[in-house]
């Protein structure tokens, strides 16, 4: 149900239980305001947004009033226009002016600013103030966040977003009066996973980002191009901006059904391994197996690649769950179908489907992360989600507050009313379970936590299904803990209203997924339909799942088997998927290794033929989430600047090796329709995301702000006539300022501009309201429905439950945000965050050993010698390790596994 | 004339121990209270009596109480708070009823706690008051003793605690919802209302908060009724009030007086007049965050309503006297510079107009003013006014400002003219 | 370290509150009884102490007036500058005090004897000017009085 009300004489309809500035910028009403921000309420501090309100309409005088204080109720009148109001909003400018320095010329944020913004619209211009100015110190915040306290504006957006919903602890405001400084107790590192959202949270320029500082440009100099982040199974939406041919930054891209405002710190400044030395640039070849990699003449290289794809009786073709679905498609169609491998190990493919026939034939839901914020009791199996997918573990905390929230409601404090909300619900939270080996982040928010192996937090699942329906099967290893414990989440699952469960594949354990759908199978003939969410490890691990293509088990197996001359390896260092004594062999024996990669690594670098490729940032692709979520993302450097795409390097050794498939395809979309019509499972792609030929009134969508400067300039060095910009066949986004002015597709969006709003502020006019969808619908279409009647039948507990053995560890995974990830991990910012390898293990055991925290220690895994650094954790049981993963310097380790102690 | 409140209280002696307390009759109120009455007797008599709460705004203490839920729904737990901070420059009367009868107090605070059926009490305690908290721990004490605090009350079944916490200092801690964040060990920063304390206070729960004048008037109350209440004051609004009177008066004091008591009668009979060579120019009537009232002001009854219709607040009822030989313009600059220091720095305009104004009126007296400096000074009377900051703090301290411009226009002028404080050589 | 007599009475203090943060400004408040001041190092032992970081610790601390993040003397003199005591005027008191001291608003004798802060207002104003130096209180202050005052403190 809608009400009326009246804005300056006009009627509007207006949503009852919003307030009066969400409804006025949803409506696109200019109303200025700070302190308010759509994902984290209104506390009415700044008063900025201040608006008259009369009684009725024989008030002639009305009152001053917050808008984003003001519950929207019917008949209500309003004026933004009026003139005290008006005269008020300059004045709280003019206040936050006295002490603000005026150093917009060499201000980051200049020309993306909030505060510029709020200045401009409210006509403050002119200084009265001529007293001295305050002044702060800086502090050293890491390697992401530059910190300039002196622009602070006191809005305390930044405390109330890094404390309250992201839940940092190592950020404060200190002292009162105009004296309040917002930082840390001492200089150092932010430590919370989400501080980059500070850059954007921030109205001005105290929180920059230091990555985009150390190549700084201006920020509408940059061309920018919607992206999805590759760093992580979620895909979370990004806005990637570029200058002079190097990425420059990162920001979050709204999408009301993902990542909503906020995206993680891998994300957010992962980027730079775009930029990086290690890049693979040129085409290299080694002439012979015990040669280098040489730079050698085109002609050398073209019949290098005839020989290894025309000369060759079979090749086969290695996927990746980090390279797009048209990469993916097109090394296929080159290789051949039967010849396709995925480039995840056997085990990982075997959980990747299990996870994909859980979703596709169950009754459980795949949840968006937005999803997951509305869940009203969480159970997280076997997964330390902050560490494998940072913005679920974001999600999962603002889910928490549902319950509190629902109390507020109802004792009549709507939701946005943010300090009433959490001063009524105290300590309040909805409740989360947490199964995992050793403590969590997400344990603070936990009602109750399971440390135990795997296979026993499997069996803790088994126990929870048999609770809820006697045709679940129970399980024959149950401890009394395991009992209660059980018994206590199945009382909590069935009062909630929306229950979610939480698990992934970096356990390694299949028993954990078929749990974990037993549960939600038990729940559903309870009658309860229950969310169920997979993490997996890489961005496209579930788009590679939907392809047909056998493992890289399987693929170890043909070429040791003999017969296989070629092998062409897609955006994949095989050396993180498997142990180095089974690659080393198979790239001995095949003639010919053929790498598409970006990257320098061990497999690149084994590489007989190494074809460089573009990034993300240099190609269009298409992802599948976690979720099933099939998006889109855009090439942000024109292929002049870049290396050729994937798909485009297949392509052209399809005509090298003689594959007709190729003639057709010249541009993206060729590629997407052969892709769609071949493979069922994608057809619903086609036509979602617009197609390269997609106009507005004729025109392309430009990547490039109306403010862009410097065209005539950029390459004066090389010839001052000005260039012509860049084509790009695969899109409808142009490399230029000249485009469409209207509002691009939501899928499209390249950047956020309204006028009157050059923040990031302008994002809320995109969307049919602040924290809403964007307009149009959020990008991404759901390739995964949840099936109408259930044809899962139960899976049958495991057969293991854990016991110790005398001088050996059972070693699990420990997922690091910054590390785990290869992309991320040779970033430069990320690297000053990435620990050195280590394992965790629990005083006791730490103490048999003769080990102190710090300590190297060594473990023999499978005749794999590994040193690393003792941390002490008293969480992890006695018996079992956390080894950390996927560290650079660590050698691939098939976790878990046991390890002795050296 | 009937003083109930400070019929105890004797100069320089030492307070009412419980037992002295209940012979004087003290107590009695209790045992009618929690004998005789319900809570909602206790309400009803209350918002009979039309006491006006004594912190400074005025307001009904019984519609206060009846805001608090009561029905089945409502939250179990619920808390009294008594509001001891007192920062408020120019005042002294809670800390004059706090020393000479600290029983009275307690008793006021059992019943109000039990009116809104409250079974935790804190005594929020200004820090400086070093010896009202040794007198009160020593009475909480004794009241424990006696049976009127902790479980099972007077054989009822009514079960309270009082707790005492001394502030860490901050003006800010005074007003309510302040206070309450910072009692839960907070910054003291203001909470938004709605919602009320009164629906969600300390720690989320209703709350009441009171201060110490008020309370210490409700076992007088439940004694004598709201009849005998009403009839106390000179005006309509009932009872009696401790006018309190500082600066270059021959006998500076605080007295109890029938409310609506002309502030004449104040100055001149129970101040004993202005001293020797000094000469009346104005007074706050109600402590620094009121506005001025000036010699034509002289036979203003003081209450609420009255003094409200002569454009200033009888606020605390602690007065404060400008004389002529006191610097108007730095007599307004020291109040700016204490309200500029105890913003709690949460919303703009007070975060940053105070600091300014406390500036402009620093370089006026120092000679260094210009004329357009007070159109600024008059531009932030208006801006920091009532609903444009989040919390009170700002409007009050407006008042003396925005009076002062009006009555001390010229003395303002002359600093500017004549480049220097006429008042300093 | 927060020393056992330091644990104990911030554990009293918590025993009155549904949770120990609440007890964070006691928890100060007694730290600086013991110490006449709250260092960093107890920032952080607070912080630990009562399960919350030393960050939010900090920033509670560093609101309050009357919370101590410096070291302060001995003795430390509190002249009220607040109005009613202007009006009968502490400048003239303080001037003295200044004078004598050799120190300003803020700052510590080189003895480390006293340090000398403001306060606005002490509840004293029918008596002022007042001033306090540690927990006593003393009014109608004139500048005789004070040399024989401070001898009282060593
Ligand atoms: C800045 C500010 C400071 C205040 N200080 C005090 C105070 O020290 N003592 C007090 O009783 N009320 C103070 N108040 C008023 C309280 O907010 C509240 O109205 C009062 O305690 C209610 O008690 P009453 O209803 O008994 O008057 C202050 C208000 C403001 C805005
Ligand atoms: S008016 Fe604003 S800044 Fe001032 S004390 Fe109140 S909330 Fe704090
Ligand atoms: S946005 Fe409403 S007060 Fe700040």
Same mark, same amino acid.
């Given at each position: 149900?809608?009400?009326?009300?009246?804005?300056?004489?006009?009627?509007?309809?207006?949503?009852?239980?919003?307030?009066?500035?969400?409804?006025?910028?949803?409506?696109g009403?200019?109303?200025?305001?700070?302190?308010?921000?759509?994902?984290?309420?209104?506390?009415?501090?700044?008063?900025?947004?201040?608006?008259?309100?009369?009684?009725?309409?024989?008030?002639?005088?009305?009152?001053i009033?917050? $808008?984003?204080?003001?519950?929207?109720t019917?008949?209500?009148?309003?004026?933004?226009?009026?003139?005290?109001?008006?005269?008020?909003?300059?004045?709280?400018?003019?206040?936050?002016?006295?002490?603000?320095?005026?150093?917009?010329?060499?201000?980051?944020?200049?020309?993306?600013?909030?505060?510029?913004?709020?200045?401009?619209?409210?006509?403050?211009?002119?200084?009265?103030?001529?007293?001295?100015k305050?002044?702060?110190?800086?502090?050293?915040?890491?390697?992401?966040?530059?910190?300039?306290?002196?622009?602070?504006?006191?809005?305390?957006?930044?405390?109330?977003?890094?404390?309250?919903?992201?839940?940092?602890?190592?950020?404060?405001?200190?002292?009162?009066?105009?004296?309040?400084?917002?930082?840390?107790?001492?200089?150092?590192?932010?430590? %919370?996973?989400?501080?980059?959202?500070?850059?954007?949270?921030?109205?001005?320029?105290?929180?920059?980002?230091?990555?985009?500082?150390?190549?700084?440009?201006?920020?509408?100099?940059?061309?920018?191009?919607?992206?999805?982040?590759?760093?992580?199974?979620?895909?979370?939406?990004?806005i990637?901006?570029?200058?002079?041919?190097?990425?420059?930054?990162?920001?979050?891209?709204y999408?009301?059904?993902v990542?909503?405002?906020?995206?993680?710190?891998?994300?957010?400044?992962?980027?730079?391994?775009?930029?990086?030395?290690?890049?693979?640039?040129?085409?290299?070849?080694?002439?012979?197996?015990?040669?280098?990699?040489?730079?050698?003449?085109?002609?050398?290289?073209?019949?290098?690649?005839?020989?290894a794809?025309?000369?060759?009786?079979?090749?086969?073709?290695?996927?990746?769950?980090?390279?797009?679905?048209?990469? /993916?498609?097109?090394?296929?169609?080159?290789?051949?179908?039967?010849?396709?491998?995925?480039?995840?190990?056997?085990?990982?493919?075997?959980?990747? /489907?299990?996870?994909?026939?859980?979703?596709?034939?169950?009754?459980?839901?795949?949840?968006?992360?937005?999803?997951?914020? *509305?869940?009203?009791?969480?159970?997280?199996?076997?997964?330390?989600?902050?560490?494998?997918?940072?913005?679920?573990?974001?999600?999962?905390?603002?889910?928490?507050?549902?319950?509190?929230?629902?109390?507020?409601?109802?004792?009549?404090? &709507?939701?946005?009313?943010?300090?009433?909300?959490?001063?009524?619900?105290?300590?309040?939270?909805?409740?989360?379970?947490?199964?995992?080996?050793?403590?969590?982040?997400?344990?603070?928010?936990?009602?109750?936590?399971?440390?135990?192996?795997?296979?026993?937090?499997?069996?803790?699942?088994?126990?929870?299904?048999?609770?809820?329906?006697?045709?679940?099967? &129970?399980?024959?290893?149950?401890?009394?803990?395991?009992?209660?414990?059980?018994?206590?989440?199945?009382? +909590?699952?069935?009062?909630?209203?929306?229950? !979610?469960?939480?698990?992934?594949?970096?356990?390694?354990?299949?028993?954990?997924?078929?749990?974990?759908?037993?549960?939600?199978?038990?729940?559903?003939?309870?009658?309860?339909?229950?969310?169920l969410?997979?993490?997996?490890?890489?961005?496209?691990?579930?788009?590679?799942?939907?392809?047909?293509?056998?493992?890289?088990?399987?693929?170890?197996?043909?070429? /040791?088997?003999?017969?296989?001359?070629?092998?062409?390896?897609?955006?994949?260092?095989?050396?993180? *998927?498997?142990?180095?004594?089974?690659?080393?062999?198979?790239?001995?024996?095949?003639?010919?290794?053929?790498?598409?990669?970006?990257?320098?690594?061990?497999?690149?670098?084994?590489?007989?033929?190494?074809?460089?490729?573009?990034? @993300?940032?240099?190609?269009?692709?298409?992802?599948?989430?976690?979720?099933?979520?099939?998006?889109?993302?855009?090439?942000?450097?024109?292929?002049?600047?870049?290396?050729?795409?994937?798909?485009?390097?297949?392509?052209?050794?399809?005509?090298?090796?003689?594959?007709?498939?190729?003639?057709?395809?010249?541009?993206?979309?060729?590629?997407?329709?052969?892709?769609t019509?071949?493979?069922?499972?994608?057809?619903?792609?086609?036509?979602?995301m617009?197609?390269?030929?997609?106009r507005?009134?004729?025109q392309?969508?430009?990547?490039?702000?109306?403010?862009?400067s410097?065209?005539?300039?950029?390459?004066?060095?090389?010839?001052?006539?000005?260039?012509?910009?860049?084509?790009?066949?695969?899109?409808?986004?142009?490399?230029?300022?000249?485009?469409?002015?209207?509002?691009?597709p939501?899928?499209?969006?390249?950047?956020?501009?309204?006028?009157?709003?050059?923040?990031v502020?302008?994002?809320?006019?995109?969307?049919d309201?602040?924290?809403?969808?964007?307009?149009?619908?959020?990008?991404g +279409?759901? !390739?995964?429905?949840?099936?109408? %009647?259930?044809? !899962?039948?139960?899976?049958?507990?495991?057969?293991?439950?854990?016991?110790?053995?005398?001088?050996?560890?059972?070693?699990?995974?420990?997922?690091?945000?910054?590390?785990?990830?290869?992309?991320?991990?040779?970033?430069?910012a990320?690297?000053?965050?990435?620990?050195?390898?280590?394992i965790?293990?629990?005083k006791?055991?730490?103490?048999?050993?003769?080990?102190?925290?710090?300590?190297?220690?060594?473990?023999?895994?499978?005749?794999?010698?590994?040193?690393?650094?003792?941390?002490?954790?008293?969480?992890?049981?006695s018996?079992?390790?956390?080894?950390?993963?996927?560290?650079?310097?660590?050698?691939?380790?098939?976790?878990?596994?046991?390890?002795?102690?050296? | 004339?009937?003083?109930?409140?400070?019929?105890?209280?004797?100069?320089?002696? @030492?307070?009412?121990?419980?037992?002295?307390?209940?012979?004087?009759?003290?107590?009695?109120?209790?045992?009618?209270?929690l004998?005789?009455? $319900?809570p909602?007797?206790?309400?009803?008599?209350?918002k009979?009596?039309?006491?006006?709460?004594?912190?400074?705004?005025?307001?009904?203490?019984?519609?206060?109480?009846?805001?608090?839920?009561?029905?089945?729904?409502?939250?179990?737990?619920?808390?009294?708070?008594?509001?001891?901070?007192?920062?408020?420059?120019?005042?002294?009367?809670?800390?004059?009823?706090?020393?000479?009868?600290?029983?009275?107090?307690?008793?006021?605070?059992?019943?109000?706690?039990?009116?809104?059926?409250?079974?935790?009490?804190?005594?929020?305690l200004?820090?400086?008051?070093?010896k009202?908290?040794?007198?009160?721990?020593?009475?909480?004490?004794?009241?424990?003793?006696?049976?009127?605090?902790?479980?099972?009350?007077?054989?009822?079944?009514?079960?309270?605690?009082?707790?005492?916490?001394?502030?860490?200092?901050?003006?800010?801690?005074?007003?309510?919802?302040?206070?309450? /964040?910072?009692?839960?060990g907070?910054?003291?920063?203001?909470?938004?209302?709605?919602?009320?304390?009164?629906? $969600?206070?300390?720690?989320?729960?209703?709350?009441?908060? %009171?201060?110490?004048?008020?309370?210490?008037?409700?076992?007088?109350?439940?004694?004598?009724?709201?009849?005998? @209440?009403?009839?106390?004051?000179?005006?309509?609004?009932?009872?009696?009030?401790?006018?309190?009177?500082?600066?270059?008066?021959k006998?500076?004091?605080?007295?109890?007086?029938?409310?609506?008591?002309?502030?004449?009668?104040?100055?001149?009979?129970?101040?004993?007049?202005?001293?020797?060579?000094?000469?009346?120019?104005?007074?706050?009537?109600g402590?620094?965050?009121?506005?001025?009232?000036?010699?034509?002001?002289?036979?203003?009854?003081?209450?609420?309503?009255?003094?409200a219709?002569?454009?200033?607040?009888?606020?605390?009822?602690?007065?404060?006297?400008?004389?002529?030989?006191?610097?108007?313009?730095?007599?307004?600059?020291?109040?700016?510079?204490?309200?500029a220091?105890?913003?709690?720095?949460?919303?703009?305009?007070?975060?940053?107009?105070?600091?300014?104004?406390?500036?402009?009126?620093?370089?006026?007296?120092?000679?260094?003013?210009?004329?357009?400096?007070?159109?600024?000074?008059?531009?932030?009377?208006?801006?920091?006014?009532?609903?444009?900051?989040?919390?009170?703090?700002?409007?009050?301290?407006?008042?003396?400002?925005?009076?002062?411009?009006?009555?001390?226009?010229?003395?303002?002028?002359?600093?500017?003219?004549?480049?220097?404080?006429?008042?300093?050589? | 370290?927060?020393?056992?007599?330091e644990?104990?009475?911030?554990?009293?203090?918590?025993?009155?509150?549904?949770?120990?943060?609440?007890?964070?400004?006691?928890?100060? *408040?007694?730290?600086?009884?013991?110490?006449?001041?709250?260092?960093?190092?107890?920032?952080?032992?607070?912080?630990?102490?009562?399960?919350?970081?030393?960050?939010?610790?900090?920033?509670?601390?560093?609101?309050?007036?009357?919370?101590?993040?410096? &070291?302060?003397?001995?003795?430390?003199?509190?002249?009220?500058?607040?109005?009613?005591?202007?009006v009968?005027?502490?400048?003239?008191?303080?001037?003295?005090?200044?004078?004598?001291?050799?120190?300003?608003?803020?700052?510590?004798?080189?003895?480390?004897?006293?340090?000398?802060?403001?306060? $606005?207002?002490?509840?004293d104003?029918?008596?002022?000017?007042?001033?306090?130096?540690?927990n006593?209180?003393?009014?109608?202050?004139t500048?005789?009085?004070?040399n024989?005052?401070l001898?009282?403190?060593?």
């Amino acid at each position: 149900m809608m009400v009326k009300i009246q804005i300056d004489g006009k009627y509007y309809d207006g949503k009852p239980g919003k307030n009066l500035l969400e409804t006025c910028l949803a409506l696109g009403i200019n109303v200025p305001h700070f302190c308010y921000h759509a994902a984290m309420g209104s506390v009415g501090a700044c008063r900025l947004c201040a608006v008259k309100k009369y009684k009725d309409a024989n008030d002639r005088k009305g009152r001053i009033i917050m $808008s984003c204080m003001e519950p929207v109720t019917d008949g209500m009148i309003v004026s933004v226009e009026d003139p005290d109001t008006v005269a008020f909003r300059a004045a709280i400018l003019e206040s936050l002016m006295i002490n603000h320095p005026h150093d917009c010329p060499v201000c980051d944020e200049g020309g993306e600013c909030h505060l510029q913004d709020m200045t401009v619209m409210t006509g403050h211009n002119y200084r009265r103030f001529d007293f001295r100015k305050r002044t702060h110190n800086n502090q050293y915040l890491g390697p992401f966040i530059n910190h300039e306290m002196n622009r602070c504006i006191q809005c305390y957006r930044c405390v109330r977003f890094y404390n309250d919903y992201a839940g940092g602890k190592d950020l404060a405001v200190f002292g009162s009066h105009d004296h309040v400084y917002f930082g840390r107790h001492e200089p150092g590192v932010l430590e %919370n996973e989400f501080s980059g959202n500070l850059v954007e949270v921030c109205p001005t320029g105290v929180f920059t980002d230091k990555t985009l500082k150390g190549h700084y440009t201006r920020k509408w100099d940059l061309t920018n191009a919607p992206s999805v982040c590759v760093h992580c199974s979620l895909g979370c939406n990004i806005i990637a901006g570029e200058r002079y041919g190097s990425v420059r930054r990162i920001m979050s891209r709204y999408n009301g059904s993902v990542n909503g405002y906020f995206i993680c710190d891998r994300g957010r400044f992962g980027y730079e391994f775009v930029n990086d030395g290690n890049r693979a640039r040129k085409t290299l070849i080694r002439s012979t197996k015990d040669k280098i990699l040489e730079d050698p003449p085109p002609d050398v290289i073209d019949s290098a690649l005839s020989a290894a794809l025309s000369g060759s009786k079979k090749i086969i073709g290695i996927g990746s769950p980090r390279a797009s679905l048209e990469a /993916n498609f097109t090394l296929s169609v080159l290789v051949g179908k039967e010849n396709f491998y995925h480039g995840v190990s056997g085990k990982e493919q075997k959980l990747i /489907n299990t996870a994909l026939q859980i979703l596709q034939k169950g009754s459980a839901y795949s949840p968006s992360l937005k999803e997951i914020e *509305k869940a009203d009791a969480v159970l997280i199996l076997g997964e330390d989600i902050t560490n494998t997918a940072p913005m679920a573990a974001l999600a999962v905390r603002q889910a928490t507050r549902n319950k509190p929230l629902e109390l507020g409601v109802k004792a009549g404090i &709507p939701s946005w009313n943010d300090t009433a909300q959490r001063e009524l619900a105290q300590d309040l939270k909805s409740p989360v379970f947490i199964a995992f080996p050793f403590q969590t982040q997400l344990d603070e928010l936990a009602e109750d936590t399971f440390r135990a192996s795997f296979e026993d937090i499997a069996n803790l699942g088994f126990a929870i299904a048999s609770a809820f329906h006697e045709s679940a099967p &129970p399980l024959k290893f149950m401890s009394d803990e395991m009992l209660k414990m059980a018994q206590k989440i199945y009382n +909590i699952l069935i009062e909630a209203k929306n229950p !979610l469960i939480i698990t992934g594949i970096h356990s390694g354990s299949a028993d954990i997924l078929h749990a974990a759908s037993n549960i939600a199978e038990a729940l559903n003939l309870s009658g309860k339909k229950v969310s169920l969410s997979f993490l997996l490890t890489d961005c496209n691990s579930m788009g590679l799942g939907m392809m047909e293509g056998k493992s890289l088990d399987d693929a170890v197996d043909i070429v /040791n088997g003999g017969g296989v001359d070629t092998m062409i390896i897609l955006e994949n260092d095989l050396y993180r *998927k498997a142990d180095k004594e089974v690659l080393d062999p198979v790239f001995a024996k095949c003639n010919t290794v053929i790498v598409l990669d970006h990257m320098m690594n061990e497999t690149s670098s084994k590489a007989d033929i190494l074809l460089p490729v573009g990034t @993300f940032a240099e190609a269009e692709g298409t992802l599948v989430n976690n979720e099933g979520r099939a998006q889109r993302y855009y090439r942000v450097l024109p292929l002049e600047k870049s290396e050729p795409e994937s798909w485009r390097r297949i392509r052209d050794l399809m005509k090298i090796a003689g594959k007709t498939e190729a003639a057709s395809w010249t541009e993206f979309d060729d590629v997407v329709s052969s892709m769609t019509d071949t493979i069922p499972a994608f057809s619903k792609i086609k036509g979602h995301m617009p197609d390269a030929d997609f106009r507005m009134l004729n025109q392309k969508i430009k990547r490039q702000t109306i403010r862009f400067s410097g065209r005539t300039a950029m390459n004066a060095n090389i010839a001052v006539s000005e260039p012509k910009p860049p084509q790009d066949p695969d899109s409808p986004l142009t490399f230029s300022m000249e485009g469409s002015d209207e509002s691009p597709p939501s899928s499209l969006v390249p950047y956020y501009w309204t006028p009157g709003w050059n923040s990031v502020q302008s994002m809320n006019f995109y969307l049919d309201e602040p924290n809403g969808s964007l307009k149009g619908g959020d990008p991404g +279409i759901r !390739l995964i429905e949840t099936a109408e %009647n259930s044809s !899962l039948s139960f899976f049958v507990p495991g057969e293991l439950s854990f016991t110790p053995k005398k001088d050996e560890w059972l070693l699990v995974p420990v997922y690091q945000i910054f590390g785990s990830e290869p992309l991320s991990a040779s970033a430069p910012a990320i690297k000053e965050r990435i620990p050195s390898p280590f394992i965790l293990v629990n005083k006791q055991d730490a103490e048999k050993t003769g080990k102190n925290e710090g300590d190297e220690i060594t473990i023999e895994i499978s005749q794999k010698i590994l040193k690393v650094k003792v941390k002490i954790d008293e969480t992890i049981p006695s018996g079992s390790a956390g080894l950390s993963f996927g560290l650079p310097g660590m050698p691939f380790v098939n976790l878990p596994c046991w390890g002795k102690i050296k | 004339m009937e003083i109930p409140l400070t019929k105890h209280i004797k100069q320089g002696a @030492f307070p009412l121990t419980a037992r002295e307390y209940e012979k004087t009759g003290g107590y009695k109120a209790i045992q009618k209270a929690l004998k005789e009455m $319900s809570p909602a007797d206790l309400i009803t008599l209350v918002k009979a009596s039309n006491l006006l709460g004594r912190g400074g705004a005025g307001f009904p203490t019984g519609v206060k109480w009846s805001l608090v839920p009561t029905g089945k729904d409502a939250p179990k737990q619920r808390y009294l708070i008594c509001n001891a901070d007192e920062m408020e420059p120019g005042t002294f009367k809670d800390k004059y009823l706090i020393e000479g009868n600290p029983h009275q107090l307690i008793a006021g605070m059992i019943i109000a706690a039990y009116a809104i059926q409250a079974d935790k009490a804190y005594i929020f305690l200004r820090w400086a008051y070093k010896k009202s908290e040794v007198i009160l721990r020593k009475a909480i004490a004794e009241a424990y003793e006696a049976g009127y605090l902790g479980k099972n009350i007077l054989g009822t079944g009514y079960e309270l605690d009082i707790y005492l916490h001394t502030s860490a200092g901050r003006y800010m801690c005074g007003e309510e919802t302040a206070l309450i /964040n910072s009692l839960e060990g907070k910054r003291a920063i203001p909470r938004n209302k709605p919602p009320y304390p009164a629906t $969600s206070g300390l720690f989320g729960k209703p709350t009441v908060v %009171n201060n110490v004048e008020t309370l210490c008037y409700i076992p007088h109350i439940v004694e004598n009724g709201a009849a005998w @209440f009403k009839s106390l004051s000179v005006t309509g609004e009932g009872g009696t009030k401790l006018y309190g009177v500082s600066g270059k008066v021959k006998n500076p004091g605080l007295w109890e007086l029938p409310l609506g008591t002309n502030m004449r009668e104040i100055i001149e009979q129970y101040a004993g007049g202005m001293m020797d060579g000094h000469k009346f120019r104005g007074a706050l009537p109600g402590g620094a965050s009121t506005d001025f009232l000036v010699e034509e002001h002289m036979d203003a009854k003081l209450d609420f309503s009255s003094v409200a219709a002569l454009g200033s607040r009888l606020g605390t009822g602690t007065m404060i006297i400008l004389d002529d030989k006191t610097c108007p313009v730095a007599f307004i600059h020291n109040l700016e510079r204490f309200f500029a220091l105890e913003s709690c720095g949460w919303c703009t305009p007070c975060r940053e107009g105070l600091p300014w104004v406390e500036k402009l009126l620093q370089s006026i007296e120092e000679g260094r003013g210009k004329p357009e400096n007070l159109n600024i000074l008059k531009f932030h009377t208006s801006y920091l006014g009532p609903g444009n900051t989040f919390c009170a703090h700002a409007p009050g301290a407006m008042e003396p400002l925005q009076s002062g411009l009006k009555y001390f226009h010229d003395d303002f002028m002359r600093h500017i003219n004549e480049k220097h404080c006429p008042w300093r050589s | 370290m927060l020393t056992e007599e330091e644990k104990q009475e911030i554990l009293e203090e918590v025993k009155l509150y549904p949770y120990p943060k609440v007890a964070c400004l006691d928890a100060l *408040k007694i730290v600086q009884n013991h110490r006449g001041w709250v260092p960093d190092e107890s920032i952080r032992d607070i912080g630990e102490f009562l399960g919350m970081p030393a960050d939010e610790v900090d920033g509670i601390a560093t609101f309050y007036s009357r919370i101590y993040r410096h &070291p302060l003397g001995r003795h430390v003199i509190l002249v009220c500058d607040s109005v009613s005591c202007m009006v009968m005027g502490y400048e003239p008191i303080y001037d003295h005090l200044s004078q004598k001291l050799g120190i300003r608003f803020g700052e510590t004798t080189s003895d480390n004897r006293f340090t000398l802060l403001p306060i $606005s207002c002490l509840g004293d104003c029918d008596h002022a000017p007042a001033m306090m130096i540690d927990n006593d209180l003393y009014n109608r202050l004139t500048i005789e009085m004070l040399n024989e005052l401070l001898e009282k403190y060593h």
